[in-house]
């Protein structure tokens, strides 16, 4: 497999350490047979003895291990290469799919599988079974390394369907053996803790006052610097703790072991909530050189988007907001919680309920949506949504087709353009959703008079690709900046 193409850029960017470079690209040293994150403490290795990667699957694929130390199973998602296999590896990153096999892919593709072979093969030089392999790896790695969870559920949690199998290519291509990772550890708990880094910088004040703003009585809360909210997935029932770790850079989750078989999917939920995958440095190099948001940037660096915890989650509070203020929408949605949710037992009181799932509310009738105080055109306009989420008609997945997506949202009695983009830009996570119509924009960018729809567009032409990040600045308000 051949080094990455530039180099001697990515070595000055390795002799740096700097963390904005973390998950663009990964450094495989012959010297030692392994391969580490931009930011490795460990000191710089001769230029001789580097090679350069897009990916961990590459490094892993020419035989290099991971680092014990910079850990690259912790790196956040690099900018990708375009194609359909990178669109495909986010598209799974983003479920947390761990236990996807190559029919998974066929299906989300629509190849066959000599085709999506052929694919895998041209764009990245690996196949779709070497690639999936890595990801499960690397996650059980990371459990491992953060937990004193048994050997035989990490190797589940990380996919894998046969212990021995695991054992064996753990041992294949890492040269250990998991037990031999783990060393001496205490015994197991009730909780796990695991780490979440990012690309700095993160404004996290921002995204707690964002959250704060909106939360649901009985499904989540805010302590201090820490974001709590119950969890509800398929089968699986908890509660999560969100709040920045002791190292730079880093959130820490903690849940407890009833989420264990669902780790996966609990970090990548986690990731997009907070968006921890963004590149604030591209975003802000572009929307702090504008004269209207260079204020607003300076004042929120590394001001991230928050994300939805699922797609109905955000689409139901979104139409619940429609013509009442944020306080009476969250009590709609407490209620809507509260009718179609389930009871569950935290160490919180105040974590009570799990959100509404769209299959509940999609077999409920439209008078006993009405009856927890919306107008029956709102509550028929919920309906739909819940039934073409359910049902599968309606995809508003991360790394989905946002185009798409929207036109089919707009297709639904009693969605709009706004309720689009705004779905788009938090439940898809498209970086460049951008409600026009919003009055709340327009009166942030009035001067002598407010600017109509057409006028808005056009002044946010300048912040594309990211105008999803320059509506919340505008939204949030302009900072104090000293």
């Known amino acids: 497999m051949p080094p990455h193409p530039n180099d001697d850029t990515h070595y000055r960017a390795l002799q740096s350490r700097d963390a904005r470079f973390d998950g663009l690209f990964f450094t495989g040293v012959t010297s030692t047979g392994i391969y580490c994150r931009p930011i490795c403490p460990t000191r710089t290795p001769k230029r001789e003895n580097c090679r350069f990667y897009a990916s961990a699957s590459l490094a892993e694929h020419d035989g290099f291990r991971p680092c014990l ?19 495909l590896m986010r598209r799974l990153q983003a ?110 004040p921002a995204m707690l006052a964002y959250l704060r703003y909106r939360l649901t009585p009985g499904m989540d809360l805010i302590e201090g610097e820490s974001y709590l909210r119950t969890i509800r997935i398929g089968s699986h029932s908890g509660w999560m703790r969100l709040g920045p770790g002791e190292r730079p850079n880093t959130l820490v989750a903690v849940v407890p072991t009833s989420l264990v078989p669902v780790l996966a999917e609990v970090l990548a939920r986690t ?21 209207i948001l260079h204020s607003y940037v300076r004042g929120r660096p590394g001001l991230r988007v928050p994300g939805a915890w699922t797609p109905f989650e955000l689409a139901s509070r979104t139409i619940l907001g429609q013509q009442v203020s944020v306080a009476g929408a969250n009590t709609l949605m407490g209620r809507l919680a509260q009718r179609f949710g389930e009871s569950i037992v935290t160490p919180w009181p105040e974590l009570r309920i799990t959100t509404a799932t769209a299959e509940a509310v999609a077999e409920a009738g439209i008078d006993e949506l009405a009856r927890i105080g919306m107008p029956g055109k709102r509550a028929e306009a919920l309906r739909h949504v819940a039934q073409a989420i ?73 912040w594309r690709p990211w105008r999803s990040y320059a509506a919340l600045h505008l939204w949030l308000g302009k900072p104090s900046v000293p």
């Not at 130390?69 to 669109?87: F, I, K, Q, Y």
């Not at 990371?142 to 035989?152: A, E, S």
């Not at 353009?417 to 009166?443: S, V």
């Open 390 to 462: 359910a049902s599968g008609g309606l995809a508003l997945q991360p790394g989905g087709d946002a185009a798409a997506a929207m036109a089919a949202l707009k297709a639904l009695p009693g969605i709009g353009e706004w309720t689009a983009q705004y779905l788009a830009m938090r439940a898809m996570r498209h970086p460049d959703a951008f409600p026009a119509g919003d009055l709340g924009l327009r009166k942030a960018l009035a001067g002598e008079r407010m600017p109509g729809e057409r006028e808005t567009l056009a002044i946010a032409e300048a």
């Open 271 to 291: 990731r997009q909530l907070c968006d921890l995958d963004a590149h604030p440095g591209e975003i802000d190099a572009v929307l702090g050189a504008d004269p």
């Open 95 to 204: 479920r947390g799919m761990m236990d996807a096999e190559v029919a998974d892919l066929v299906a989300m593709s629509g190849f066959s599988a000599r085709h999506l072979r052929r694919q895998f093969m041209e764009e990245c030089g690996l196949s779709p079974v070497a690639m999936l392999q890595t990801r499960r790896l690397l996650f059980a790695k990371q459990l491992l390394q953060d937990t004193t969870l048994p050997v035989t559920d990490v190797a589940f949690s990380a996919g894998f369907r046969s212990l021995r199998r695991f054992n064996a290519l753990f041992k294949e291509r890492y040269d250990l053996t998991p037990t031999a990772l783990r060393g001496s550890r205490p015994a197991a708990e009730d909780t796990v803790a695991l780490r979440l880094d990012y690309r700095p910088p993160l404004c996290w």
């Open 69 to 87: 130390r910079c850990r690259p199973e912790l790196a956040p998602l690099g900018a990708g290469a375009g194609g359909v296999v990178d669109a």
